[in-house]
């Protein structure tokens, strides 16, 4: 009898065991729903953090930086369809008219000068040069006169910025921000003192297109005052050029040479950018630092890949350098007992080491940066020297 029961207890067990391995059987197709489910959700929420990102770039393509992010998000309230990031600096009627109904091309390219009214015959020649070439004309008036440019037939197209006694820089900092200047391919930066009589802006665009040239100048006439570099002298001989080999004066520039001055190196009297050389170029400029010394050496960073081929000076459209001196110069002399000029390069010449010391602080503190244009040189092993015989 205790032989039949402990048979019958081991058969119930034996069935529990597989009712319980039924059931194990029987939750595993739950258990892959609700993994199924699970995953569903994480792909779904990283895909909206995914399109949530994307919308951000598309509203505001200009930043990485947390706080700008951060002002951003706010902009997740609006229909997607509402939101213009970009602007740019055409002029428009108050009214429409039939004229104004008229098919007419929206400017592609944009020209800023700083201007005085002692330079307005020079600026209306280089302003007549680009009038042709569908180009925004954008005036920085640093002197305030604006009533006297009036008179000029395309002065009330062209827009006008005062700013008194400012730079270059300090009115491209502050009126060229990128999302307002992203509609023009190219932005041309230039000083008023430039002779344009060598110099036709279609040639110029051509070439630089063909060349991919994310950031250019036009050369420089040899006969030219205010020359500083040897690779912005024009070359005769070529259409262009990427470097320059000299030998002469304190910088050399060989074969091995690599970078500014050499090569991938612009002056900052009449630079030309590409849309996104100038997005970066933007960011490079110190909104304290007016007189910009500095940024040419830098500005192989914007140039979007190899400085040495992005690039280049264009000879076979050329300027003249006049190198008038016009911030700050006699006018301003007069009022002053101090001396305007030599005040202004001694602010040039500290702004110059705040921005090297700024530029190494910054690259000590980025851990994650890594500099493009850094090369690892072996070190070239120590030629032999000849022993040499003494005489007898």
């Not at 400012?166 to 900092?173: E, H, L, S, V, Y």
């Not at 016009?326 to 009022?335: D, H, I, V, Y």
């Not at 072996?378 to 032999?384: D, E, F, I, S, Y």
């Amino acid at each position: 009898m205790r032989v039949f029961k402990s048979w019958r207890w081991l058969l119930r067990k034996r069935h529990v065991l597989f009712e319980g391995v039924t059931c194990n059987f029987k939750m595993k197709p739950l258990m892959g729903f609700v993994c199924t489910v699970m995953l569903f959700v994480v792909y779904k929420t990283t895909n909206y953090q995914y399109l949530q990102t994307e919308l951000d770039t598309k509203l505001h393509p200009l930043y990485a930086s947390r706080e700008v992010d951060e002002a951003w998000r706010s902009l997740i309230r609006l229909p997607r369809g509402i939101v213009q990031s970009t602007s740019d600096l055409e002029l428009k009627p108050l009214w429409t008219t039939n004229k104004s109904k008229a098919n007419v091309p929206s400017p592609c390219y944009l020209l800023a000068i700083p201007v005085g009214i002692n330079q307005k015959d020079n600026v209306d020649d280089i302003v007549q040069k680009f009038r042709p070439v569908n180009f925004t004309i954008i005036l920085f008036h640093y002197d305030g006169k604006v009533d006297g440019w009036m008179n000029l037939e395309w002065s009330n197209k062209a827009i006008h910025i005062v700013g008194q006694n400012q730079t270059k820089w300090w009115f491209a900092k502050r009126f060229l921000h990128p999302s307002v200047v992203s509609v023009y391919d190219y932005i041309f930066l230039w000083d008023e003192d430039l002779g344009v009589e060598h110099f036709d802006p279609k040639s110029y665009l051509d070439i630089v297109k063909f060349q991919g040239f994310e950031i250019s100048q036009p050369a420089l006439d040899p006969n030219s005052t205010g020359i500083h570099h040897r690779i912005t002298v024009r070359s005769r001989r070529k259409q262009f050029h990427r470097r320059v080999y000299d030998k002469r004066g304190k910088t050399k520039c060989s074969g091995d040479s690599e970078g500014p001055p050499c090569s991938g190196f612009v002056e900052g009297m009449a630079p030309v950018f590409s849309r996104s050389a100038w997005l970066c170029t933007w960011h490079l400029i110190q909104n304290d630092l007016v007189h910009g010394w500095g940024l040419d050496m830098k500005l192989g960073y914007c140039a979007q890949g190899d400085r040495t081929r992005n690039i280049g000076v264009v000879d076979s459209e050329y300027l003249v350098h006049q190198s008038i001196q016009t911030l700050g110069g006699p006018s301003a002399e007069k009022r002053h007992t101090v001396d305007v000029r030599s005040e202004i390069r001694r602010q040039s010449t500290t702004e110059l080491q705040k921005f090297k010391a700024r530029w190494e602080k910054a690259v000590e503190e980025d851990k994650n940066w890594v500099d493009p244009f850094k090369r690892s040189r072996r070190p070239r092993p120590p030629k032999k020297r000849q022993d040499t015989v003494q005489p007898a």
